[in-house]
Every structure is written in C-alpha cells, then in structure tokens.
C-alpha cells in the first residue's frame, strides 16, 4: 500500500498571469499554486495556468489587516506551506503573512530594508558596502538638505518600483522643483508618499544579478548587462545576460552583492540585484529585491544562461522543502544566452498602432513577446510611468548574437502616437 503525499501548496501574491514563467517553474517543481491575483486584473478561472489550484482575492494594500485575517483563516481550513511575491511593492506584506502563520520568510524587519530605500542605504553604508552619497526626505520642504551632495544627483521615491518617479537633478538650482515633481508623481501614482531618497549619480554601465540564498549561503546564478542609462528619466531597455566583464569585476560584484545580502539579513529566498560600475570598475548597488526581479523574467534570464530552473528553486525554499545544496560560491558556467528587450515608449500620447511586433511572433530567436500596452491606451510623459510596451524575450548562442538582436529591434519596433490633446 502506497502512501499519498500531498503537493506543497504556495500561495502566488499580485502575479499576472500573461507573464506565465515561474506558474511553469511551479508545475515541474511539482508545487500546487494559490493565486492572490492583483486587484486591477480580470482573471478568467479556467484559463489558469495548471499549477494554480485556487483563487483568493484580496486587495492587501487597501485593506492590509483584513486581508491577513482571511490569509490566516485560509490557512486554518487548508494549510499552504509557504507564501511568495514577485512584486515588489508586496514584499513586506509576504514577510508579515509569513511571519503570523509561522512558514518560511525574511521576516519583517528584514523585508523593510529589502524594499525602503531610506533603510537600505543606510544599512549598506553601516556595513562599510560602496554606497553613493544620499540624504533622505520626510518632506519636500526639506529639499535643501540634499543640496550639499555631489552634482548630478537622482531623486527617487523611498517605496517606488520600476523607473516610477526616479529622475536626476543635475544642478541645486532644479534641485527643488525635481523633488515637488517627483513627490507629486508619487502621490498620484502610489496613493501616498512615504518618503524620498537623493543619491548622487553613479556614472557607468548598469547591470543585473541573480542570485538564490538558502540558510545564509548565497549563490550567484548570472550577472546580465542593463545598458547605461544617463538621465534624466532612466526608462529600462535592455537585459542581456551573461555580461561581458572580466574575471576580476565579476568577482567584486559577487564580494559585494554577498556582502549586501549579509547587511540586510537576506538568508533565504531569490534576490534581483541592480547595481553601477562605477567608472566602469566599481561595483556600487541601487538597490536589492528580496523575491524574482521583473515579473518573472529574472527566471526566464537565470534558466536560459544556466539551466537551473530559478524560480523552482525559489518555491522549493518558500515552502520549506530545498533540499538541493546551492553549491559553490562561483558563477555557473554559461550554456547560452538569453536577452529580454524592453520596448520603449519614446513618446507619450494615445498610441495609434505598435508596428513590429507580430512578426518578432514569428522569430525562431523569440520564445516569448509580452504585449503590455496596445493601440488606445495612453502614455504619460515621465517622471510618470505608464509601463513598458512589450517585453521581447530571446535565447541566443552567445551574448554578441543577443546584442546583435537587440540592435535590429531598435529598428524593428515603432510606435505611433496620436497628438497630445487627442490624449
């Protein structure tokens, strides 16, 4: 007589399901999936993908408490092993779950230096990590308290996510009307405005880690190329992994990214890590997530360069049944390369037609085209941000044929605007 052993049942917090990877991870990790599907999308029960068993819908921001008792007496009339996000915004809100039904998790505190910038500067410069000079503000009134730092500086919501808000000031004399700007588009776009942070600006290319951590020992999976972004807007374009850096700068941003894991208490669980060269040398971090950067792309960037399947690993430790060692400290050695193009909005307005697209369908180097905008939808000039087009994600030989790639969508994708009053 065999003995049936149920699948562990996590529970999935605001992902969209048209970004379909880490539901896949889920499916061959063997693990049930509970959706918590965000507030502003229609989710059609049976186009679920397979791994999701249930459906609990709830809306954490607008009713936090309320909606950790149902989470409780969810798990009271059917237990569930583990909670996850891959959402940026909801990370604190997993850590607290977590915490109150006593599953995996980071806990609270360390949540909150993984997702407020303020504390998270502060925790990196307390560790002794590169850090950039940064002041931060309870009140756009207290602009001035940032006038002092090096020129150009960037100012960015101490709780944004994405490129929302983040814009740089390259003298004091726009010092303050950066600061009302951002502030303004915050509070429009988040509800509220908990605060801002003002760095000086890191010059040098950007890039992307990786990395898996399980009981304190951190594995780095890729480190991918995230061009270099001069301001004052820094819209995201490209990601393309395995970067082109020599053995000695890899080994820094690996030192430093485990060091920051160690200073924000970061010991179990995927994390998406966002960093500068600077002076092409320099390893200093603009931030660390504590879940699977981009919606799941991070997985779909991770899987290609390495073969390791990220995000299963990712849910295995959610719900508490890792097993698998993480292995040596050194990056995996490459077997391809995968590339995720951002579309840009290059304008604003209506959009009257995406012209590209449904032939990049087509392309035997595309496994995915991920629409998010289409023709009707409006785009608001930044410091706002409407969101990104389309994702375009591409797996290729080498990283020169990726870049290669990227440079023919440069020219492949257009987008029309209608005038700004039809707007």
């Known amino acids: 007589m065999t003995t049936h052993h149920p699948r562990p049942t996590v529970v999935l917090v605001y992902q969209r399901i048209s970004l379909p990877w880490v539901f896949e991870s889920a499916e061959r990790a063997g693990i049930d999936l509970v959706l918590i599907p965000r507030p502003d999308e229609a989710v059609s029960e049976d186009r679920l993908p397979p791994a999701v068993v249930d459906v609990l819908r709830l809306d954490i921001e607008a ?9 409780r007496r969810r798990y009271e009339q059917n237990t569930f092993q583990g909670i996850v996000t891959l959402y940026d915004p909801a990370v604190p809100f997993v850590a607290e779950a977590a915490e109150l039904l006593g599953l995996p998790g980071i806990g609270r505190d360390v949540a909150l230096g993984a997702q407020d910038k303020r504390v998270m500067r502060a925790r990196l410069a307390a560790a002794g990590l590169n850090v950039p000079g940064f002041v931060r503000l309870d009140d756009p009134a207290d602009w001035e308290k940032a006038a002092s730092l090096a020129f150009p500086v960037v100012v960015k919501p101490a709780h944004g996510f994405s490129s929302l808000g983040v814009t740089k000031a390259e003298s004091p004399h726009s010092l303050k009307s950066v600061v009302d700007q951002v502030w303004q588009t915050c509070a429009s776009k988040l509800g509220q405005v908990d605060g801002l942070v003002v760095e000086e600006y890191l010059d040098g290319p950007e890039f992307a880690v990786e990395s898996l951590a399980h009981g304190g020992d951190v594995r780095m999976l890729t480190i991918g190329y995230k061009g270099d972004p001069q301001g004052p807007h820094f819209e995201e374009g490209v990601y393309r992994a395995p970067a082109a850096l020599s053995e000695t700068v890899q080994d820094d941003i690996c030192r430093e990214v485990k060091a920051a894991h160690r ?15 600077r002076g092409g040398v320099t390893p200093y971090l603009l931030e660390i997530g504590a879940r699977i950067g981009g919606s799941g792309v991070s997985q779909y960037i991770a899987s290609g360069v390495t073969g390791i399947d990220f995000a299963a690993q990712a849910l295995r430790i959610a719900a508490g049944i890792a097993t698998e060692p993480l292995g040596s400290g050194t990056l995996p050695a490459p077997v391809a390369a995968a590339a995720n193009y951002i579309v840009p909005c290059n304008g604003s307005g209506r959009i009257i037609a995406i012209h590209g697209l449904d032939e990049l369908r087509a392309d035997p180097r595309v496994d995915h085209v991920v629409q998010m905008l289409f023709p009707g939808d409006i785009v608001r000039p930044y410091p706002d941000f409407t969101g990104y087009p389309a994702f375009v994600l591409s797996r290729h030989a080498n990283i020169a044929e990726a870049e290669e790639f990227h440079q023919f969508l440069d020219q492949a994708i257009r987008i029309d605007y209608g005038h700004e009053e039809q707007a």
């Open 263 to 277: 200073a924000l208490g970061i010991t179990d669980g995927p994390t998406h890590t966002e960093l500068r060269l």
């Open 63 to 71: 009713d936090r408490a309320a909606a950790l008792n149902v989470l």
